[in-house]
């Protein structure tokens, strides 16, 4: 797609995180400018500790109090536009998170509540951003659980979490996003934890949310596999700072930054794995 033809969803301007622990401050993110537009999967790749997920609770200005936080996320979204998601309040913010915005995590058990059936948290995110009945609330519940390709939505409905399998539950955490006609999804590992076949399938689902219903996905992940398969760009991010960024054909046929180029010869090859 040419970029120039419409504008981003996401802008990130000159973003700095600093935490302030016990008299130390540590630099999380120092100035990383980025942009997300509709219809596209960004990858958001680097090693540990380089401050890939500050990134995404950035975003959804979800860090601690100690933090301090500087630049600016601008919001361009159907829904609604914010100059500056950082100077917005709590209310506002409640408007962005689980409806515009939404975040995908490596574990979805850690967001699903094991009390309540996957139907009901679904119908409950729903009334949350939407002003519809319970039965319309169900009817979309069951619509969005067939978009993120649950297996016998009506069925399923009525289990709960701990019924089904990792990568269910996963499918049920994009299904919420899908409820609420969400139009960035921020997504933090989110198949670190399942296997091989299991990932390989939620990464076809979110190249049809993208293709389909217009996603834009940012997509964190240690696994240039991944990469290579889902995302239209990386930005390749190093010790708080991106160093690299572009469309991915490119930077992984010529990788100019030093750590990008660690990074590729340190792919596993068919002859580590055999
Ligand atoms: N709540 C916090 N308080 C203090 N420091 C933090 C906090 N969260 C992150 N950091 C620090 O910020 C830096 C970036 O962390 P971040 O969690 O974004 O890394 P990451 O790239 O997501 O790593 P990983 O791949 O291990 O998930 C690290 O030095 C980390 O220790
Ligand atoms: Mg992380």
């Known amino acids: 797609m040419d970029k120039k033809l419409s504008s981003p969803v996401l802008s990130i301007e000159n973003l700095s995180v600093k935490f302030h622990v016990e008299n130390q401050t540590v630099e999380a993110i120092r100035g990383i400018s980025f942009e997300l537009y509709p219809r596209e999967i960004v990858a958001l790749v680097g ?13 959804l200005k979800l860090l601690p109090k100690y933090a301090s936080v500087s630049g600016k996320i601008s919001l361009n979204s159907k829904k609604l536009r914010i100059d500056n998601i950082l100077k917005e309040d709590e209310s506002t913010l409640r408007k962005i998170r689980g409806n515009i915005i939404s975040m995908v995590f490596q574990e979805p058990s850690a967001v699903l509540n094991p009390l309540l059936t996957v139907g009901e948290q679904i119908v409950e995110a729903i009334l949350a951003h939407q002003n519809v009945s319970k039965t319309k609330a169900k009817e979309i519940a069951i619509e969005s659980m067939r978009k993120a ?16 399998s990792g990568g269910l539950k996963q499918r049920v955490v994009i299904a919420i996003a899908v409820a609420n006609r969400s139009e960035i999804l921020l997504a933090d590992e989110p198949t670190t934890a399942l296997d091989v076949t299991v990932s390989a399938q939620i990464l076809k689902l979110f190249k049809h949310l993208k293709e389909d219903l217009g996603l834009s996905i ?12 889902v995302a239209d760009r990386v930005l390749v991010i190093y010790k ?14 010529n990788p100019k930054h030093p750590y990008t180029k660690k990074l590729l010869e340190s792919r596993p090859t068919i002859s580590d794995i055999i």
């Open 218 to 229: 940012l997509l964190i992940t240690h696994d240039l596999g991944v990469v290579a398969e």
């Open 240 to 253: 708080g700072e991106i160093v690299e960024e572009g469309n991915v054909f490119d930077v992984f046929d």
């Open 47 to 59: 090693e540990s500790g380089s401050g890939k997920s500050v990134t995404c609770y950035s975003i």
């Open 149 to 164: 390709h649950i297996p016998e939505p009506e069925r399923r409905f009525y289990q709960y979490p701990h019924e089904l």
